[in-house]
Structure formats: structure tokens, C-alpha cells
């Protein structure tokens, strides 16, 4: 039996988020306040679960829509090379994302989607290919990505979110890279 790609999975889990989100908007608007991103909640009530469940939950057709399309590009491009690896990217890019959110807008409007953990993953592949074999078209795709969804106004999306998890992206990959490098030199 074939397994399922991570990046399916990921995609499976934020569909699942989206219907969270849509189940919660119509018991109560108000129960979303306990899974998105409520900054003044993290801070003064200490609910750090929201950092996480935040990255999946979304009462937004447009950003569920949104984040399903960017999802299948990544996977289209790179095929879950990573294996594992790629959720746990997808999670701390997501939350690198949430917690640059939290320090510069500690007062903030509720936040909510999949996207920092998105641009993350599309950094991390980036990076890492462009420093395994000088293939720039995954950073080309990065920036064309981050302009597009970060200076068109009407999106209203959490540009921080986008910036953190592209840099936690960026990060985790010259650390992998690293760690792989210096694996093979030793060998």
C-alpha cells in the first residue's frame, strides 16, 4: 500500500481546520477566539496552544481555498521530499510565524491560516535547493510569492505570519543542511 504524501496530509489537516472553523462560526462566532490567534489571550491568559491550533483553524473560504492551492504547488514542485521532516517544518515555520506576530503586535486583531507554516515549507525547499544544487527557481517562486500576497492590498492577510515562517524556513534549512553536510564529510 502506497503512503500518503506529507504534504497531502497537511493539506488533509487544514481542510479539517476549515471545517473546525466553519462548525465553531455558526455555534458561536465567539469559540473561535479560543483557536485562532488572539494575542491579548496568549499574553494575558496564557492560552500558547492558540500559536498551533491557529495554523490550522480558519473560518475564511478565500484562505482555506488559498492555502489548499499553495499547499499543491509545493507539492507539485518538491513531492514531500522531506518525508516526516515536513510536518514538523510546517509546524515550527507556522509558529516562528505566530510568535513574530505575537512580539510585534502583541495587541493584534485575531489571526488565523495555514500560511506562515506554507511560506516556511516553500523556504525551506528554496533554500535547501538552491544550496544542494544552485537551483534558484524555488527562491524566484519564494519572493514572486511573498510580493504578490503581501503587498496586494485587498488580501488582508498577516504579512508577519508570512515573513516568520519564511525566515524559520530559511533557517531550518541551513540547519539541515548543515547537519547533512557535515554527516557525509565525516563518513
Known amino acids: ?30 469559540y473561535l477566539l479560543f483557536v485562532v490567534q488572539y494575542n491579548p489571550l496568549i499574553i494575558y491568559y496564557h492560552f500558547y496552544w492558540e500559536l498551533i491550533t491557529s495554523i490550522l483553524i480558519t473560518p475564511s473560504f478565500i484562505d482555506f481555498a488559498f492555502n489548499e492551492i499553495a ?33 510585534v503586535y502583541p495587541n493584534g486583531l485575531p489571526s488565523a491560516g495555514a500560511s506562515g507554516g506554507i ?11 538552491y544550496l544542494k544544487k544552485n537551483e534558484k527557481g524555488g527562491l524566484i517562486l519564494l519572493v514572486v510569492a511573498l510580493i504578490l500576497s503581501d503587498f496586494i492590498p485587498f488580501l488582508q492577510v498577516n504579512v508577519l505570519a508570512h515573513i516568520g515562517g519564511t525566515i524559520g524556513g530559511l533557517l531550518l534549512s541551513l540547519l539541515l543542511f548543515k ?7 565525516i563518513i
Do not use: C, D, W
Open 71 to 103: 499547499l499543491y504547488i509545493v507539492y507539485y514542485l518538491f513531492r514531500s521530499k522531506e518525508g516526516v521532516v515536513e510536518i514538523a517544518i510546517f509546524f515550527i515555520t507556522g509558529v516562528f510565524g505566530n510568535i513574530l506576530y505575537l512580539l
Open 1 to 30: 500500500m502506497k503512503r500518503i504524501p506529507i504534504t497531502v496530509l497537511i493539506m488533509i489537516l487544514v481542510g479539517s481546520g476549515y471545517i473546525i472553523g466553519q462548525v465553531l462560526e455558526l455555534l458561536n462566532p465567539y
Open 119 to 129: 511560506f516556511g515549507l516553500l523556504s525551506f525547499y528554496a533554500v535547501y535547493e
Open 179 to 185: 547537519v547533512r553536510h557535515e554527516q557525509r564529510s
